[in-house]
T-cell receptor, first 112, second 116 residues
Framework: AQSVTQLGSHVSVSEGALVLLRCNYS??????LFWYVQYPNQGLQLLLK??????LVKGINGFEAEFKKSETSFHLTKPSAHMSDAAEYFC??????????FGGGTRVLVKP | GAVVSQHPSWVICKSGTSVKIECRSL??????MFWYRQFPKQSLMLMAT?????????EQGVEKDKFLINHASLTLSTLTVTSAHPEDSSFYIC????????????FGEGSRLTVL
C-alpha cells in the first residue's frame, strides 16, 4: 500500500521568497516520487521525479526536491518565488512505476 | 515532451445522456492509460487503469457500468459516462504511460463535464 500526505493545503509566499512544500510518503516498496503542478482548468505538468538515483532532484522552473528515506519525505523547494509559480502542486508516489497515488495538493499563492 | 490530448475540453450535457471523452497519445504509443477524477479544490482520484486490448481495472467504489472505459488502440482510450447525473460533474483527467523511454506518465489537459 502507498500513500502521500502533503502538509498544508495552502501556502502563501512573497515574491522572491523561498517556496517550501512538504510531502511525506508511505510505501511498502522502494518508491518512485513525483511533484506535479496544475494551473486552473488544466492537466498536470511534471516538475520532477525521484526514481532511486540521486536523492537531490532538480526539476523545471527552478524547483528541486530532496528524497530523505529516514524521514520518508520528499519536500519541494524553490529559492525565489515568481508570480507565475502560483498554482496547485501535487506530490505523488508509485511503486516501481505503477499507478500513482496523489497527495491532497497544496495551493501556492504568491504575493507581490 | 510527449503529448496527451483530451477531447472535449469542456462538455455540458443534460441529465440522463451519455458523454464520451477521448484521450489520445499523439506522438507515442501508450500501453497503459489511467483515468482520474478531480473534484473542485481536491486531489486526483484514480478511477481505472486501462491496458490496450484488455478490460479496464477499476478502483474500489467506481461503477464500471457507469464509467465505461475502452482502450482499443495504443494511442486511444475513451471514457464514457453513461446516463450522466449532476453528481457526475467533475474534471476528468487521463494519463498515458509511454511504451518506450522508461514508461514515464504524461497527462492530458483534462475534460470538464457539467451535467445539468
Amino acid at each position: 500500500a502507498q500513500s502521500v500526505t502533503q502538509l498544508g493545503s495552502h501556502v502563501s509566499v512573497s515574491e522572491g521568497a523561498l517556496v517550501l512544500l512538504r510531502c511525506n510518503y508511505s510505501s511498502s516498496v522502494p518508491p518512485y516520487l513525483f511533484w506535479y503542478v496544475q494551473y486552473p482548468n488544466q492537466g498536470l505538468q511534471l516538475l520532477l521525479k525521484y526514481t532511486s538515483a540521486a536523492t537531490l532532484v532538480k526539476g523545471i522552473n527552478g524547483f528541486e526536491a530532496e528524497f530523505k528515506k529516514s524521514e520518508t519525505s520528499f519536500h519541494l523547494t524553490k529559492p525565489s518565488a515568481h508570480m507565475s509559480d502560483a498554482a496547485e502542486y501535487f506530490c505523488a508516489v508509485s511503486a516501481a512505476g505503477n499507478k500513482l497515488t496523489f497527495g491532497g495538493g497544496t495551493r501556492v499563492l504568491v504575493k507581490p | 515532451g510527449a503529448v496527451v490530448s483530451q477531447h472535449p475540453s469542456w462538455v455540458i450535457c443534460k441529465s440522463g445522456t451519455s458523454v464520451k471523452i477521448e484521450c489520445r497519445s499523439l506522438d507515442f504509443q501508450a500501453t497503459t492509460m489511467f483515468w482520474y477524477r478531480q473534484f473542485p479544490k481536491q486531489s486526483l482520484m484514480l478511477m481505472a487503469t486501462s491496458n490496450e486490448g484488455s478490460k479496464a481495472t477499476y478502483e474500489q467504489g467506481v461503477e464500471k457500468d457507469k464509467f465505461l472505459i475502452n482502450h482499443a488502440s495504443l494511442t486511444l482510450s475513451t471514457l464514457t459516462v453513461t446516463s450522466a447525473h449532476p453528481e457526475d460533474s467533475s474534471f476528468y483527467i487521463c494519463s498515458a504511460r509511454a511504451q518506450q523511454g522508461g514508461g514515464e506518465l504524461f497527462f492530458g489537459e483534462g475534460s470538464r463535464l457539467t451535467v445539468l
